[in-house]
Structure formats: C-alpha cells, structure tokens
C-alpha cells in the first residue's frame, strides 16, 4: 500500500489503518462517533494527503476545463475554488474536483487520489497542445483541519488574517507554522474549515504543530470513517458511492 508523509504518526497516535483505494489510511483514531462529534463540536484534523493535485497552465486552460467540467467557471476569480463532476459524454462522472484558479492562465484540480492517474489521462486527452499537466501529488501533502474552532486554532499559528478568507476563498502564499501552504476555505464535513496544501516534507511538523495548538481547543485527529459521516450527514456525494462513471441523469 502506498504511505502518505504521516504514516508513522498515524501509528504512533494508534490509528486503525485500513487500505483506502491502495493507500495505508487511519479509519478511526479514539472512535468514529467521537470523531464525528469532535468536529461538529470543536475541531479535527484529517491527513488527506493521499488526494491528487494536478496542475494545468496555458492560454486556454479556462476553456478547456470547461468543456470538462459541468459547472460554470467563466466568473471564477484568481484566488477563488469551484466544485465540480467532471463527466463524460454519456453523463456519467469521470471525477468530482476541486478548481483553484491560482492565476488567469493556472489552475490546480484536486482529484480523489484512486482515480488520480485516471483524470490525468483524461484531462490530458480532452485539452488542447498549449495546456501543459503536471502531476504534483507525490510532493504535495494536504492536511483538513475542520470545526468551528478550526480558525482560532490556525490563527494562533499564522499572520494571514484568515477571517478574511470566504469560504471556497483561499490564500497561496500563507505561511502556518513557518511552513508556506497554500490555504483553502474549503472542507468536506459540512463544518467552517481549511485545507491546507504545503511541501510533504513538511507534514510531520506542521501535523504536530497545529494538533498541539489546538490541544486546548479540543482538537483530535479525525480519521476515514469520520470523514465519511460527516459529508453524508452534510448530503457531499463521494466518487464510488454516490457518484460514478456508470451513474448518469439521464
């Protein structure tokens, strides 16, 4: 199984690991309901460092995402996210994506990590030869740290005044931590929250730094099963449940 850059603190802090899609994840740490409760109540921490970052640029990128994708982005701004099915041609969904358009010509898609080599390959085919894709996943960690105290807690630890950032806002060259991370207003739980998208390298640190800050707080570690109640409770459709290839509206 593959490993994100936080396996061995996943061990350490005596999460269940379990395959997810061919990577080794924590299911549970101290129990999915208390988990679950954590982030409605207080705050959690999720290591989604498995999820895919895939990074397209050219002159034609905005056209050519959204002949992918069926929301619209022709009003998304520099500095804003988008969510959105990305379908083929009979309705059925390839992916469901994140869109950060990080400038006019540049965007980053966040794609759910078994089906990473697979949006590449499609992307790559259905844009034009002045849209250049790059695979970033493998050096690029993720953390989702989410709850209603989530933003006091990343306050404490950065001097980007987060409460500015609006939801599906982010921020690119915000430093948590002394780590530079891109910094995202986003989630998947249905809860205020942040994704925070930085060098892997960086992952073990930045884990304990934000888990020990939020220490009083009530934070914990959340693992997979957690994550799942909370964006079903939130009614957030997840690729291979709700959404797939061969499920199509028509």
């Known amino acids: 199984m593959k490993k994100t850059p936080l396996f061995t603190k996943h061990q350490e802090a005596g999460g269940k690991i379990i395959d997810f899609g061919g990577w080794a994840l924590p299911v549970q740490y101290r129990g999915i309901i208390d988990e679950h409760n954590a982030v409605r109540t207080r705050a959690g921490l999720f290591d989604v460092s498995h999820m895919g970052e895939l990074w397209l640029q050219g002159p034609d990128v905005a056209s050519d995402l959204q002949r992918l994708v069926t929301n619209d982005i022709s009003k998304t701004q520099v500095g804003q996210a988008v969510y959105s099915p990305m379908c083929n041609e009979q309705g059925g969904v390839v992916d469901a994506l994140l869109l950060y358009r990080v400038s006019e010509q540049q965007w980053m898609l966040v794609v759910n990590a078994a089906n990473t080599d697979k949006d590449e390959a499609w992307i790559g085919e259905h844009t034009s030869k002045d849209t250049h894709l790059t695979n970033h996943s493998l050096e690029t960690a993720q953390l989702a740290l989410q709850g209603p105290r989530a933003e006091a807690i990343l ?3 950065t001097m980007t005044d987060i409460s500015k950032i609006r939801f599906f806002r982010f921020e690119q060259a915000a430093v948590v931590a002394d780590v530079p991370v891109l910094l995202s207003r986003t989630g998947y739980t249905g809860e205020d929250g942040f994704e ?55």
Do not use: H, K, N, V
């Open 196 to 250: 925070l998208y930085f060098t892997a390298a960086d992952a073990p640190m930045l884990w304990e730094r934000l888990l020990d800050e939020g220490y009083a707080d009530g934070l914990e570690p959340a693992g997979l099963g957690a994550r799942d109640t909370l964006r079903f409770e939130a009614a957030l459709p997840l690729y291979g449940q709700e959404l797939a290839s061969d499920i199509s509206p028509l």
């Open 155 to 157: 306050q404490r630890l």
